[in-house]
């Protein structure tokens, strides 16, 4: 499907089969790790990375069927919440799809054209109201049937729902269905979010091209209020509704007593903000005690020339993005400084070193701290084999779960990591993360929905940065090569 | 050798957080105070409460309401000292002790108030997160006088009726100067109702979002948790460890014991139980009637290669494990399974449904009742996995403003113990003298027990490593 010009959610660019109701658009080949999965439908058998448990019913915390139904006007950061919630939900093993209404009207309108203008209006004419209807009625009854025959527990449901006594009217629905309803309102009052918003997410469709950013920014605004003249925000005490201002500044939630995933809902949008910013991934460089977990040993000299190269490349790619970004007529003000995070183990803080002198803030992490190998420290493939050949026989099976002796797990480090997660999410700087291999695999792997198959295979060798670029719809990654290095971190002319 | 690399669950190097009650008397501040420091603690965070009011109490034991009246220049001077002492001393705290999150439990109704302690905080460098809990619902409100006025110090030996009405009163005094809190700065979490509407502004760093994800999970609800290990199993009666085996005959017996044994104590309250997903706990459970959930996380630890072996035969395969076990048992993680450190954070979400929900009976097993155990009785992490908890033995504990108060019932059922002191061997049959008093905690104490520590003195009988102790009647 190609791009349309939609003036509601067309921050879509994407390739997403909306209405396919059985589900099956698995667009990505499973071992294509740098396209963001988070549109996938995830296979019923595997387990997700940080889930704790299975149940028959696919449903986790006691909770029945949810649907979280999101509030507001464009350009509010709905579609970020929705598509940022999923990923989290899922990480936790919450079996959990978004339903993004303005897909279902792209597909009913076909390409290149637009709803009639009165759309969204109170008073439409029947015509309006009947294809408003038509397509309303699409999205829910996939969305009924990811909640009853696909084991789905929670159904995000994305559109403007600007009505009071439409708003009402859907939670009653979805009680009869018996679901309970969640309201995510994305309320915005100050201008410069909702412009940032515009630019970042809203104008960088074909129909822009050629335009001055601010002029652009205007004139979606003016169409935008034009279009949705009648907004309520809510204020239904009867209804269960969350409430973000200003993106997170406040909070309201309103009589979400009612389970464990609601509040866990609340405590992950308190550490979530609809800014974006950039995230890398390294390596630390080699280490005098390299691949000894109880050593924590410190780089070597290859290992500090590593961490120059990688600290140079780095900089200098930014700058790059920078110029590119002013060139484009973004605004300076809206470039985000850089935060590093290491592990507390040696290498990662010394990688970040040369960095640290340059005038960056560095902070470490205990929790990053890498995968215990256990009593395989520092053994071969054919030691492993000969001393444990029944765990090795385990590893191959499952190698996410699997645990040597004394060891972690992949699956014990994400969760152990969870707190990184909402960290991640809660930072506003742009973010260079310095660890483990095993570290990074877990991290990248919650950024771009790897299946548990996929991350402990992923690689990170040393002569690339991943860059992992936020999109309101989907993560995108990128490598920047550290030059001179190869994928062992060591220097070649 | 113990493998502790989960140290620092939570993010807490830079976090220095004063948590700030904000709310009128009866609102459940204590409450809300104690538990997020139980919580923060049983999760490895520093964390400690400065009650005003026992400060002031040392001056002050049994006020009038009167002292609380604004216009009591008195009383207004020695509650302004009582402020500024608990102050003083949380921030000594802070900088000596390594405290990481201070409770400052007070009523703190004004915006003066509040400016003034903010700015001794910000001063130190400490972030201030404001917990106001804001109640109209005047049920709620009497239902708490209630129970605060049985159990205040300020009204010990005192008629309950004139202490309530004294309370009230107490109350009217602070209403004419409360202000809530609505400083749009101010990091706040306000609590409307019990939850029923929470709001929630400028959080600023991550162990902010947990504890204020913590306290929207609480309620002032009064309640009990009835606590059970299964009925003595197969393996226990073999002395082996883990699996998941059936119940013994004695175990069978106290299944069809137990709706008598708590069918006085739970009465006709609404009650939900909770087993794990092993046989012996849903088995102990099955004759019980209330609405049944089975939760994975309440499994038994995973004694990884060990699941399945008796003690002597850890001793003599893994000889040196089961020294490090001892050595630090918290800590310590069975090769290929789990530590108690472990259990603790697969836990976190049972416990924060068990802060969320009400009337709750949990049957389970011995280590994941040490755990819950200890959460809710303030135990510390070096004594928890040591404590024994017997079997054929019901414990409730009910959560009170100033304590969980605990009591226990026993089934007359005879039940080997599966109690191993620190050092002692594996073989539990002779070797009486091995016993570590000060290591073993038994806070068994049969009748009402007010308080959230276990002081050694209240310690009832220390066990004795009997292969087969039978319980008395």
Not at chain 2, 252 to 266: F, N, Q, R, T
Request: hydrophobic content about 35%; aromatic content about 10%; charged content about 25%.
């Amino acid at each position: 499907m190609t791009l349309t010009v939609d003036w509601f959610d067309f921050a879509s660019d994407y390739d997403y089969s909306a209405s396919d109701g059985t589900g099956n658009s698995l667009l990505r080949r499973k071992s294509n790790i740098d396209i963001d999965a988070i549109h996938n439908i995830p296979l019923d058998s595997e387990m997700a990375p940080a889930q704790l448990y299975s149940t028959e019913s696919g449903r986790l915390f006691h909770s029945g069927k949810i649907a979280i139904v999101t509030v507001g006007l464009p350009a509010r950061g709905k579609t970020h919440v929705s598509v940022a919630l999923s990923r989290y939900l899922r990480w936790l093993g919450v079996k959990t799809r978004a339903f993004h209404l303005g897909d279902y009207r792209r597909a009913h309108m076909g390409p290149g054209t637009d709803v009639p203008h009165d759309y969204f209006f109170i008073d439409a004419t029947p015509s309006s109201v009947k294809l408003r209807q038509t397509i309303l009625q699409k999205c829910r009854l996939d969305l009924y049937h990811f909640l009853d025959h696909e084991m789905g527990q929670v159904a995000i449901y994305d559109a403007v729902n600007p009505t009071s006594m439409g708003r009402k009217q859907l939670a009653k629905e979805f009680m009869k269905h018996d679901i309970q309803t969640i309201f995510i309102e994305s309320y915005v009052d100050n201008p410069k979010i909702i412009e940032e918003n515009v630019r970042s997410v809203k104008i960088s469709s074909p129909d822009y091209q050629g335009w001055d950013q601010k002029d652009a920014v205007k004139d979606y605004i003016a169409r935008m209020n034009a279009k949705i003249p009648h907004f309520e925000t809510m204020e239904e005490k009867e209804l269960n509704y969350i409430k973000m201002i200003n993106a997170g500044e406040r909070i309201i939630v309103n009589n979400c007593r009612f389970g464990y995933l609601p509040n866990r809902i609340v405590f992950y949008l308190m550490n979530l903000h609809i800014k974006s910013r950039q995230t890398y991934f390294a390596r630390a460089g080699i280490s005098s005690q390299d691949d000894s977990y109880k050593a924590d040993g410190d780089l070597c000299e290859e290992g500090v020339g590593y961490a120059k190269r990688l600290g140079e490349a780095l900089l200098e790619n930014r700058n790059k993005e920078r110029e590119a970004f002013i060139a484009n007529g973004g605004s300076p003000e809206e470039l985000k400084p850089l935060t590093v995070w290491t592990s507390t183990r040696r290498r990662t803080v010394a990688t970040a070193t040369y960095l640290q002198e340059s005038g960056f803030k560095v902070k470490q992490r205990p929790q990053m701290s890498q995968l215990n190998p256990g009593d395989v420290e520092r053994m071969t493939e054919r030691q492993i084999r000969a001393k444990y050949p029944d765990e090795w026989e385990r590893h191959q099976v499952d190698p996410y779960h699997h645990r040597f002796p004394r060891g972690e797990s992949y699956h014990d480090l994400a969760v152990r990591m969870e707190p990184i997660i909402l960290e991640l999410e809660r930072e506003k700087n742009d973010l260079l993360i310095i660890a483990h291999e095993s570290v990074l695999r877990v991290l990248y792997g919650y950024l771009m929905a790897c299946s548990t198959s996929d991350i402990p295979t992923l690689r990170f060798p040393r002569n690339e940065i991943v860059e992992i670029i936020p999109e309101s719809y989907n993560n995108r990654s990128k490598r920047i090569p550290v030059p001179h290095t190869n994928p062992k971190g060591v220097y070649v002319p | 050798m113990a493998t502790n690399f989960l140290e620092n669950d939570l993010q807490v190097e830079d976090s220095h957080i004063c948590v700030v009650m904000v709310g009128l008397p009866a609102r459940g501040k204590s409450l809300i105070a104690q538990k997020i420091v139980r919580y923060l603690k049983w999760l490895s965070v520093n964390a400690k409460s400065f009650n005003v009011g026992s400060y002031r109490r040392a001056d002050t034991p049994r006020p009038t309401a009167e002292f609380f009246d604004t216009s009591n220049p008195e009383g207004e001077r020695l509650r302004r000292a009582a402020a500024e002492a608990a102050v003083t001393d949380m921030l000594r705290w802070f900088e000596h002790e390594n405290g990481h999150v201070g409770i400052l439990d007070a009523t703190n109704s004004t915006k003066a108030r509040r400016e003034w302690i903010k700015e001794r905080c910000v001063a130190k460098g400490y972030d201030v997160l404001f917990v106001e809990s804001k109640c109209d619902d005047e049920d709620l409100i009497m239902s708490n006088i209630l129970e605060v006025k049985t159990t205040s110090p300020d009204y010990v030996g005192q008629d309950p009726e004139l202490a309530a009405r004294d309370f009230r009163e107490r109350i009217r005094n602070y209403e004419k100067v409360y202000e809530t809190v609505d400083e749009p700065d101010s990091t706040y979490v306000k609590l409307i109702n019990v939850g029923s509407q929470v709001i929630i502004n400028q959080v600023s760093n991550y162990l902010q979002t947990r504890i204020i994800y913590f306290t929207m999970n609480l309620h002032i609800t009064p309640r009990s948790i009835w606590l059970s290990r299964h009925g003595e199993s197969e393996f226990n009666v073999q002395g082996k460890i883990g699996g998941d085996a059936s119940l013994s005959p004695r175990g069978l017996a106290y299944a069809d014991a137990l709706p008598e044994l708590v069918k006085h104590s739970i009465g006709d309250k609404n009650v939900t139980l909770w087993t794990s997903t092993m046989k012996r706990t849903i088995q102990t459970a099955r004759h019980l009637t209330y609405l049944k959930k089975q939760w994975k996380a309440l499994d038994e630890l995973d004694a990884g290669v060990c699941d399945g072996l008796t003690y002597e035969e850890i001793e003599s395969k893994y000889p040196e494990d089961f020294r490090a076990r001892d050595d630090d048992k918290y800590n310590y993680r069975y090769q290929g399974g789990e530590s108690y450190r472990d259990v603790v954070i697969r836990l976190e979400p049972i416990i924060m449904e068990m802060e969320r929900g009400e009337n709750i009976m949990v049957v389970t097993h011995q280590a994941i009742l040490r755990c819950i155990y200890a959460y809710f009785m303030n135990i510390p992490q070096d004594q928890s996995p040591w404590m024994e908890i017997p079997l054929h033995t019901v414990i409730k504990l009910t959560p009170r403003a100033y304590g969980t108060q605990e009591e226990r019932f026993k089934a007359n059922i005879p039940a080997v113990s599966t109690f191993r002191a620190k050092y002692t061997s594996a073989n539990m049959g002779g070797e009486e003298g091995l016993v570590d008093e000060d290591k073993v905690l038994s806070p068994a104490a049969t009748g009402a027990q007010v308080n959230g520590v276990v002081h050694p003195d209240e310690v009832e009988s220390i066990v004795t490593p009997h292969h087969t102790a039978t319980t008395p009647a």
